[in-house]
């Protein structure tokens, strides 16, 4: 079985920023919440690059490890979604991670703020698969209809890719030999420009 993964690739991304508009359209994500983000590092310098960035579906997420109701879960493609019916809002998930993916949906005192909301993959929740309680708790599930998530459908420079992990990493890596850097694009001497490493 396939396992989901996203994969933004730096080289390409053009911080237009079209992945979080989709995902805000298709999901009614409520204002101020962003389940997609374009993060730019090097902002105006030499080597700035933007990444888009939202739930990386981890193999083995800190959100579910440090859930006290665990309301995360793994679904079989390899995607982490979350129980809204479950959720405490106790935010315990926030803290833990890394991508800063799951998000109050509102910003109010802490225990009026809501139950977290993430990126789903557009697979939707819990609920029967294309239901209209689905649709409001979690947006669109369009793995269920055999597509991908819009976030990357929309990204007009396929920087953002989104699929089986499998499928996803050839493509990258084929990217890679064909700008040039060859067997050479990995290891010591190119992360850290060192020439006297072989």
Known sequence: MARMKFLCDAERCIE??????????EHEVP????????????????????ISMACMHCTDAPCAAVCPVDCFYTTADGVVLHSKDLCIGCGYCFYACPFGAPQYPQTSNFGSRGKMDKCTFCAGGPEDDITPVEY????????????????????????????????????YKERVVKRGYGTGAWGWSVAYKDSSAA
């Not at 920023?17 to 995902?23: I, L």
């Not at 204002?31 to 933007?50: A, F, H, Q």
């Open 136 to 171: 409001q708790k979690y947006g669109s599930n369009r793995l269920a209809e055999g597509k991908l998530p819009l976030c990357a459908e929309m990204c007009s420079t396929k920087a953002l890719l989104a699929g089986d992990g499998d499928i996803i990493a050839a493509i």
């Open 31 to 50: 204002w101020g919440i962003n389940r997609r983000r374009v993060v730019t590092i090097k902002d105006g310098e030499p080597g700035e690059r933007s």
């Open 16 to 25: 237009c920023n079209a992945c979080v508009t989709a995902c805000k359209n």
